[in-house]
């Protein structure tokens, strides 16, 4: 076990590498650079230049490259010019808003998924199923932004019951701080609800139909119990493997929903970055966000071997 | 027991929807202990919602609005402009000019604290002031060389590189302010810029949240200047303890923010969203004169080096079509041929007016046949991120192709759009919407690195303006300048802005020069 998670981790260094080399590259060729955006609009070329070489942006690629990388070997993984701190410790802090906000996301789209799923197979055919499958389609077919400002605009600006924007830190208390995060959290979760109800669903279809569970209903076992324990338990790989996938996308940042609600996450971090040409800090966040993938996908086919000892790591 | 698994997680939602909910309200009133509750009920707490995070918070070094408009309330200069635009001494007391004009004594005033709880004297003038004349673009390129030296605790004396009559209002410029820090800010300062905000204003900068806010407390040491608060100058009163300048970079959260009541001033509301908003009956909208929107044309490379050629695209030109396109309404623009404002009694003029807004597509042709245009393609740089650039880069494009320019559009991002417009080899003409100057001096226009513009004329007219021995000279000498711009077709003003911003009807004391100004703004609960 201790072998397989070791490996695939030493696996990811190949990826790491060739990633960094390509943002690298890329944030080296599109042009402007962190000075235009520092200076501002009218700054003379002359500022420009001056800066650039005082940041060292103006030596060629490959000794930029180079040297950061032997940095981030050591451990420094830059600096930002615009943000005053260590592209490490910027990570860190931006990293808190965003698991927050994927965690109680996630938690909103189980709660929405997993009844809803299982309704719907358990109830194939009927209008029940029917109401499930079209508006999932639907949650999956609407495009975030669109129900993040409905979300605004009804919830925020009609009702007053939650601030439109913004993020309350956890340290000024779970209630102020959940009930920033409601409103993004709910918009994310329902287009997620969207995606693992289907997959709940279909996955449960294929199970509902297996012998086993006509003979475990022919023993006379209670319904409540095939469905949850059988088919539910048979099943969990393939939705497992689904709430990993739209955990990894929540956990990774969410550029839209956090720059609509003004949440300083990561996916922020990222757009802002960009912007001011914030070179180490896309390099950071592009590094971590891989890793953080890479990470969550490695835990999702570790939980496989509890739900199916069949596919535990190391057996054949 | 079906349905159960469906009834459960809804309830679940719902109860945590609206414990949730309740938990609001305590949100704005927390801090309403202390100050008397009888009369008037303000709130402690300001909240302006601005569209982007400020670079730095060193309005000396930057040019940015943003920096600027939090920098007046956090540091101060030695004068500042007051709402008629004349220089006010506010951290200086007086000042006399020698009989041949190259030394002015600035006598300062006493007792003024930094908001480290220390004294300013001469010491930390004469360092953030020669500090000042190295990087503020504005100051060098008009007083660069001039060296400001102590006399005694209370006074210096400022030894300029050339006389003129505009001395004292280049110190006053609202943009990369002559703000005055602590001598050892000034001295532990590096390229990138001051890394402690300490100044000697209304307010102190208490916590800056990368990307979430920027929140200034009122300082209570505060010695304002005498006189009434007019402008940038006179009495300031930080009549609301806290302003919080909430970073919020999507313009319709600034909206649904303000419409909510989130915050109460919301700055850069889009021009799509006057009209809408106009009719809410619980925010009041601000219309400030802002700026000027521009068309620079290159002056040095291929046909556009032909003067026919760039009177020919001055023809062309219906400003009225172009700002409707980019500002979307006539109440949000005026058209006129002046670079500065034109409310601006010394620098408002409208010469050269023959040459702007012609609508004459004949004549166009005309001088393009006379220039032997043979349909080189000419292309507009442009940016997407600034919408109203943007527009207007379009509609230029249509009407030069009316009068028979091959005019092409290439659209970057900002950064990269200002990569091509500082090469006249990459680009034709571009457009950039310019705030206004205090002194035409500073033009954009005016400067070789801006469109490539590098005539004579231009040097000799600022040498003129400069030299003048009175207003009424300078401004005569800025009117032929700006005749020159226009005959050269160098550039050509396409009209003026105007930046809308959205408050609650509960605000009052709001006031605006050049930056949104809210040390006397209160908001009632």
């Known amino acids: 076990m201790l072998k397989y998670i070791l ?14 080399c390509v943002i690298f590259l890329v944030v080296y060729m599109i042009p402007g650079g962190p000075a235009t955006a520092l200076l501002g609009m009218e700054a003379t070329p002359d500022q420009i230049d001056a800066l650039n070489a005082e940041l060292g942006f103006d030596r060629p690629f490959l000794v930029q490259y180079v040297d950061w990388f032997t940095n981030v070997l050591r451990g420094d993984w830059g600096e930002s010019y615009f943000l005053h701190q260590t592209v490490t410790s910027a990570i860190a ?78 340290s000024e208390g779970l209630g102020e701080h959940l009930r920033y995060l409601f409103l993004p959290a709910l918009s994310l979760g329902i287009v997620q609800a969207a995606y693992l109800t289907r997959m709940t669903r279909s996955s ?67 757009l802002t970055s960009i912007n001011r040409r914030d070179v180490f800090v896309i390099q950071g966040v592009v590094i971590f966000v891989t890793l953080l993938y890479v990470i969550v996908n490695l835990i999702v086919d570790i939980l496989y071997g509890f739900t199916d000892p069949r596919l535990r790591p190391g057996r054949k | ?174 943009i990369q302010a002559a703000a005055i820090y602590p001598a050892e800010v000034v001295e532990s300062a590096t390229a990138e810029g001051i890394s402690e905000y300490i100044g000697t204003g209304p307010y102190k900068v208490s916590e800056w949240k990368q990307d979430q806010y920027v929140k200034l407390e009122a300082y209570e040491d505060y010695q304002p200047s005498e006189g009434e608060a007019s402008g940038l100058a006179g009495e300031k009163q930080a009549a609301t303890p806290t302003i919080y300048y909430d970073v919020v970079t999507d313009a319709s959260t600034r909206i649904a923010g303000v419409q909510s009541g989130e915050y109460d001033i919301s700055e850069e509301i889009p021009i799509d969203n006057y009209e809408d908003l106009s ?42 079509d172009i700002m409707l396109a980019a500002y979307g309404n006539p109440d949000l623009y005026e058209l006129n041929a002046s670079w500065s404002d034109p409310t601006d009694t010394q620098w408002g003029t409208d010469e050269g007016s023959e040459y702007y807004n012609q609508q004459d597509t004949e004549k166009a042709k005309e ?16 940016t997407q991120d600034y919408p109203e650039m943007y527009n207007a880069t379009l509609v230029v494009q249509e009407e030069l192709k009316q009068a028979g320019i091959n005019a092409e559009v290439e659209t970057y991002d900002f950064s990269t759009f200002m990569e091509h417009r500082s090469d006249p080899q990459q680009f034709d003409m571009f457009i950039t919407s310019n705030s206004y100057n205090m002194l035409p001096i500073q ?83």
């Not at chain 1, 789209?109 to 499958?133: E, N, Q």
């Not at chain 1, 324990?229 to 739209?246: C, D, E, H, R, W």
């Not at chain 2, 245009?373 to 442009?382: A, H, I, M, R, S």
């Open chain 2, 443 to 525: 033009l954009s226009v005016l400067d070789s690195g801006w469109a490539g513009l590098n005539a004579p004329e231009v040097t000799e007219g600022i040498t003129a303006i400069r030299a003048a021995s009175s207003d009424e000279e300078a401004a005569e000498a800025w009117a032929d300048l700006q005749t020159f711009l226009y005959e050269y077709g160098a550039a050509t003003v396409l009209g003026h802005y105007t930046g809308v911003i959205a408050m609650d009807k509960g605000v009052t004391g709001y006031d605006y020069l050049r930056f949104p100004i809210y040390w006397n703004v209160t908001a009632s609960e």
């Open chain 1, 204 to 270: 449960l279809l294929e199970t509902l139909y297996k012998n086993y569970i006509q003979t475990a209903r022919a023993k006379g076992l209670k319904e409540k119990k095939v469905v949850m324990k059988y088919a539910l338990k048979n099943g969990a790989p393939v939705i497992l493997t689904a709430v990993g996938q739209s955990f990894g996308s929540l956990i990774t940042g969410t550029i839209v929903t956090e720059t609509l609600f003004n949440i300083p996450g990561l996916g922020m971090l990222t």
């Open chain 1, 7 to 20: 490996k695939r981790i030493l696996s990811l260094i190949p990826v790491l590498f060739v990633v960094s």
């Open chain 2, 279 to 320: 009719s809410d009956n619980g925010l009041t909208l601000k219309v400030d004169r802002g700026g000027t929107l521009n068309l620079f044309l290159d002056t040095t490379e291929g046909v556009m080096a032909n003067q026919t050629f760039r009177q020919a695209v001055l023809a062309a030109l219906n400003c009225d």
């Open chain 1, 93 to 170: 802090e931006y990293f808190v808003p965003t698991l927050s906000l994927a965690v109680f996301a996630q938690i909103i789209a189980l709660i929405l998924s997993i009844p809803l799923g299982i309704l719907a197979a358990y109830k194939r055919g009927t209008a029940l199923d029917l109401t499930c499958v079209t508006a999932s389609l639907l949650g999956s077919a609407l495009p975030g932004f669109l129900l993040s400002m409905f979300l605004m605009l009804f919830f925020g600006v009609y009702l007053h019951w939650f601030p439109v924007a913004g993020y309350a830190a956890l």
């Open chain 2, 367 to 382: 001088l393009l046949a006379e220039a032997g245009y043979n349909n080189e393609k000419v292309v507009l740089v442009t």
């Open chain 2, 1 to 174: 027991m079906k349905r159960k698994p469906l009834f459960g997680a809804a309830a679940l939602l719902m109860s945590t929807a609206l414990v949730l909910a309740g938990c609001g309200g305590g949100n704005s009133d927390s801090g309403s202990g202390g100050s008397g509750d009888s009369a008037s009920k303000n709130k402690e707490e300001l909240h302006v919602a601005i569209s982007a995070n400020p670079p730095s918070l060193d309005p000396q070094s930057i040019n940015s609005n943003i920096v600027g408009g939090i920098g007046v309330h956090v540091y101060e200069p030695l004068f500042a402009m007051n709402a008629d635009y004349e220089p006010t001494p506010v951290l200086a007391e007086s000042y006399e000019v020698s009989d041949d004009g190259m030394v002015y004594t600035i006598k300062l005033r006493q007792g003024v604290k930094f908001h480290n709880g220390e004294e300013m004297t001469a010491d930390d003038v004469v360092a953030s002031m020669n500090r000042w004349i190295e990087v503020s673009a504005k100051a060098n390129t008009l007083i660069g060389g001039s060296v400001f030296e102590k006399v005694d605790d209370y006074t210096v004396n400022l030894k300029v590189n050339q006389a003129s009559s505009d001395i004292i209002m280049i110190l006053a410029s609202p």
